[in-house]
Structures are given as C-alpha cells and as structure tokens.
C-alpha cells in the first residue's frame, strides 16, 4: 500500500517505521516545509493518507485529500467541533474518511471497560465521578480528545453527571483535571470516590508505538472503501 504521511514529526515518523515493516511505502511526506506546495496530483499518488498534525491546519489537510480523493486516516485531535459539517461534505461527496481520539488498540478496550463501569456506577449516586489525564507538553489540545471521549462515556451513563469541564466543579459536572508534563504519551484514570472507598481505572501509554500501529491497521482497514468509519469498526 502507497501512504501519503500528513504530519512528520514524532508520530509521523513512529507511523513511517511501522508501515514499512508491514511492507508498505511511503510515497509523500507532508510537514512544515513543503505543506503549502502539496498539489492534488502529489496525494493522488497515495492509496491512503494518514493525517497527524495540528488542530489549526487538520481542517484544510482533509478538504485537500477529499479533494484529491483520497482515504483519510485521521490521528489529529481538537478539531470536532468541526465534525458534523467534516461529516457531511464527506457523505455528500462520497468520500472516505477514518477518525479517531485514539489509535490505541488498549485505549479501544479501555472504551469499552469505561462505558461498562458507568452503567454500573449510574445506580449509585454516593460516588462522586472525576477523571485525570496526563500528556506531553507538545500537546497543544485541552483535554485531550481520549479524555473527551471517556468524559462524553460517562456523561451519557451517570444520570447525575450533564457536562465536562476543565474548570468547573459543580455538582452535575464532570471534572477533567489536565496535566502537561514532560514526554508522557498519555495516561488517563478515571476514578469514583465515596466515603468509604475509591474505585479506579486506568491506562497508561508507554510509547507512541501503540499509536502509529493503529493508524496503520486503520489505513489497511480504510483502504478501498468509501464512508465513515472509527475504531469501533476494526476492534
């Protein structure tokens, strides 16, 4: 498979080791230097394109490989407040686009393990719910997309719990305490507090490797097809 990597810094270049040793190729590399000169006919060379840069320039980089039509595996955070109107040009344009929070195949089960312990937790309103995560410095996005997810998990199946916030402590909001440190990848607990005792979860990222191999999986899941699809669809 011919990839078109969208962001070459330290995921970029995880996602470039991984893709070759699954015997893929890299045909264009897309960073700082050379974003403004990239041309449709460059991604046309690409079977799929696998998208890790910022929340300021994520927007344009999907238009331009929607444009090109070209598969878009997408690892950039911070931009969904922009994904129904993302959503609906893809529908209507039959385009084909893959996004994320998370690319992790633990942070996907962790998903599942979450989702399962708020349904339990909804029929006991003595625990208070809060949550923590903990990323690099480089992150430039706050919370982090993962943490929204698990937040919006949550909010959905604790009846006592309408919202997050990074800032707001009341009683029917969900806190996210955000923490910058380091070169952590990522690690997110989520935790449940009573009188008389804690319960906890957590997962904790060790490297970026976890990362880049489920972008790639995703691209290998993505390519050929045209629609939406998530990492509910591969796990």
Not at 181 to 209: C, L, W
Not at 225 to 232: A, E, L, R, S, V
């Amino acid at each position: 498979m011919n990839i078109a990597l969208i962001g070459y810094g330290k995921m970029g270049k995880e996602i470039e080791k991984i893709a070759l040793k699954r015997n893929h190729s890299i045909v264009l590399k897309v960073d700082v230097d050379n974003k403004d000169s990239i041309t449709a006919a460059d991604l046309k060379k690409a079977d799929v394109a696998i998208e890790f840069s910022t929340p300021h320039t994520v927007l344009s980089n999907i238009k331009k490989c929607f444009d090109a039509d070209v598969p878009i595996v997408v690892g950039t955070t911070g931009w969904y407040e922009n994904f129904d109107a993302i959503k609906t040009e893809a529908q209507k344009g039959n385009k084909t686009l893959f996004y994320a929070t998370n690319y992790s195949l633990g942070v996907n089960l962790f998903f599942k393990v979450n989702k399962y312990l708020a349904e339990l937790m909804n029929k006991y309103p003595d625990y208070e719910v809060s949550m923590e995560e903990i990323h690099h410095i480089h992150k430039l996005d706050k919370p982090s997309g993962t943490a929204i997810t698990l937040a919006e998990q949550i909010i959905k199946h604790i009846d006592r719990k309408n919202k997050w916030s990074i800032t707001n402590k009341e009683a029917d909001t969900l806190f996210i305490e955000d923490k910058r440190e380091g070169e952590v990848p990522g690690t997110h607990f989520i935790k449940y507090h009573s009188a008389v005792d804690d319960i906890e979860i957590m997962h904790k990222a060790h490297n970026r490797q976890g990362f880049a191999l489920g972008a790639v999986i995703a691209a290998e899941f993505v390519k050929g097809k045209k629609g939406i699809f998530n990492m509910g669809d591969v796990v």
